[in-house]
Each structure stands twice: as C-alpha cells, then as structure tokens.
C-alpha cells in the first residue's frame, strides 16, 4: 500500500511540474525520508494530534487556572533540556474526573481536573507536568512513526493531495491514541529522569516533605475554579 502511495505522489508532482506549477516562487524542500523531522515539522504533526484531543475532551476555560498551570509549566521549561519548543510550550487542562496527563509532539501538554485535584501543591502539580513535558521533549511520539510517512503528508504543505490528508489523518488519529493509552515502561522510565533533573534545577520539592506554605496557598487559590 505505502509503495502504490508513494507511486501517486509522484506521478501527482510530474503532474504538478508539466502544468507550470514548479514555476512558483516559494518551493518546499525536497523530501529527507531519513532525517528527523524539523522543529517546525514536529510542530505541525503535534497540532494536528492536540487537536483531535481536544476535540475528545472538553477543556476548561477558566483564565487564572489555566495561567497558572502554564507559569509552573514554564519554570519546569526554562530548567529543562528542552526550554522553548518551536512555537513554545501549550497547557490545557481538561474537565475530567480520572488522574492523567496527556501530550502531542512540539509542546503540547494536557492534564485533566482529576490531576488537579489530586495535587496537593505547586510541587506536585509540576511533577505531574514535567513527567508529561519529558515524553514530549524525548520525542517519545514520533518513536514507530516513519519519518517518510509523516512528512510527505503535513497539512502545513501548500499541495497536500487527498490520499495524503487521509493518510496523514490516520497517522494522527493513531498518535493521539497512543497518546491517550499511555507510554511503554522504558518510555516513563527516560521520562522520569528528564523530569528529576529538571525539577532539582527548577527548586521544586521531588520527594515527600516540606513545601513551602507559599506555594501550597498558591496553589489552592490558582486552581480553585477547576479542582
């Protein structure tokens, strides 16, 4: 199937050149079916994935709450590997009762109000963001996904036939699937290293004990419309 895909993509580009549309001005670059993806590239795919998540689950739109989940966020970042994504690090929080985070490639991070809620400060409530941060900068998504069958079918492209928009919905229908069942053990196991060193050079608490009372009121009062 991929070869008879790869087939009508050519004969569409020989199509494309014989009726004058390789005069245009702006060009896209030819296709790497061994390079990573560009940050750009990753962003794109990963909009596509948070957008059919968002689309499964209705998001809250509370503006302090959501601030603030994205200014703890954002600490984690800035002490990370990985501090400022193409188009930067996005949170959105999710109105649904069970614990869990989920994520798209190219920073796109999602906790539910049950995480919330089951946070008890600022600490913990960056610990769970970094645990899901780390899967995003490990680029744990794109893992089992061939470069050659993302690329070629990017909606961001100008020319994107109808074969590849179906295809490329597929992929990102499977991505967010993924997404949402969790991670394979050796995936959380990197993702916890990631977030540990992160969070040590953020100032946050990793272990249980004593959080600073600032940060516990904080927390209490941000989240309050949402938890």
Excluded at 33 to 52: D, V
Excluded at 104 to 123: R, Y
Excluded at 140 to 151: C, F, K, P, S
């Amino acid at each position: 199937m991929k070869r008879l895909l790869q087939a009508t993509a050519a004969g569409a580009l020989a199509w494309l050149i014989a009726a004058g549309c390789a005069s245009e001005t702006k060009h896209d670059p030819p296709l790497d079916t061994t390079a990573p993806l560009t940050p750009a590239e990753e962003f794109a795919y990963g909009r596509s994935i948070a957008a059919r998540l968002s689309r499964a689950h209705e998001l809250a739109t509370d503006a302090r709450a959501r601030t603030y989940v994205a200014e703890v966020g954002g600490v984690v970042a800035a002490a990370s590997g990985r501090p400022d994504p193409y188009d930067g690090w996005r949170f959105y929080i999710v109105k649904d009762a069970k614990v869990a985070t989920w994520s798209a490639p190219g920073g796109f991070v999602f906790v539910t109000t049950g995480a919330l809620k089951a946070a008890k400060n600022e600490d913990a409530l960056a610990g769970i963001l970094a645990q899901e941060m780390a899967h995003c900068a490990l680029r744990h998504a794109l893992e089992g996904e061939r470069t050659t069958d993302i690329r070629p079918t990017q909606e961001s492209w100008p020319f994107t036939p109808e074969w590849g928009k179906e295809a490329f919905q597929q992929i990102c229908d499977r991505a967010a699937e993924k997404a949402s069942a969790g991670w394979t053990e050796a995936q959380e196991e990197a993702a916890s290293a990631w977030a540990l060193a992160a969070l040590k050079t953020a100032g946050y608490a990793t272990e249980a004990g004593a959080v600073p009372e600032v940060r516990v009121k904080r927390f209490g009062e941000e989240l309050a419309a949402v938890r």
